[in-house]
């Protein structure tokens, strides 16, 4: 890890680096070759706060997947949207596979789409399911990739596609007492465990932002690392 994390999440980059966690960032930064710890380019969340930013699947300001293949990868990580109609999938990895990228991310997801949302997005394919095989694919293209997860069902699915590197969302937080806090955390430590019992092999991070952070405490919670939402750098 580098200043860089240190200096953007104070409050528990000591316990990342005491436990030798392997982190990265999620954010609209372009990626470039300055950056001293892995970066996940997603330009979706460009000038979103942490707290709008788990709606960027809905809301399509830009050509994400356009935007980030034009960019130079520089080694750091492309998001990348699954659902996206437009082009082939083995033509956008090569591309990006040239511009520099090492990695695919399946964010922004489908994986927070609840009720009557994901019954009116039945008609493209906006599941997590989707999400994994298009991972899949980029495997076959010498990508690595990560596969962002909301429950054990989501986790299965990945791991029955050969995904081995999962990132575990939170899931959305409105107003959480002590008690809930207490449930989340077990709830993520719960799904850590079964997905390494289901695959031992297999990394689990955790996703986390200072905002996160100061309601949950994620850095403690048993993981092999975490994904940390970048807010606010150009």
Known sequence: MGDIFRNMF??????????????LTLGGGIPSADRQMPHIYCPSLRGLSVRVADAAFLMPRIDHNQTVKDAKGCGHWA??????????NSAYFTALVAAGYVGVVN?????????????????IPATPDTEYRYLANAQDFGLSTLGFILTPDHAAAAL????????LHP??????????????RGALSSIVANVKAMEPTATVRLYTSDWHESILGLSDVTCDGLVCFEAARP
Request: hydrophobic share 40%.
């Open 107 to 123: 964010w922004p997801s489908s994986i927070l789409l609840e009720g009557q949302t994901r019954q009116q997005m039945s008609t």
């Open 10 to 23: 104070p409050k528990f980059a000591d316990s990342c680096y005491a436990r030798g966690m392997s982190s």
């Open 160 to 167: 029955k596609l050969g995904l081995r590197n999962l990132v």
């Open 171 to 184: 899931g959305l937080l409105l107003d959480v007492d002590a008690a809930g806090v207490s449930m989340i």
């Open 79 to 88: 998001s990348t949207i699954a659902a996206d109609p437009f082009g082939s």
